[in-house]
């Protein structure tokens, strides 16, 4: 899974939640951790507020294996 952020016409995208609070703080956000962790983000559940347009947990798609 990849969280997906929107904020300020800007995309980012972070390994899990925590990477992403500990780049952009409570206020950048509009929102901390704790209330990510236990708002259940996921591709059909996801956050908006004044701040962030959207926080979302997506799939990504990778080969099963790597030719060298």
Do not use: W
């Not at 206020?27 to 901390?32: E, F, I, S, W």
């Not at 962790?37 to 956050?47: H, K």
């Not at 799939?59 to 790597?66: F, G, H, N, R, Y």
């Amino acid at each position: 899974m990849v969280v997906h952020l929107e904020i300020g016409g800007q995309h980012y995208y972070y390994g899990n939640l925590k990477a992403l609070c500990d780049h952009l703080d409570k206020d950048a956000l509009g929102v901390g951790y704790a209330y990510l962790r236990n708002y259940g983000i996921s591709e059909e559940n996801p956050f908006r507020n004044t701040k962030c347009i959207y926080i979302a947990k997506n799939s990504i798609a990778a080969p099963t294996s790597l030719f060298l």
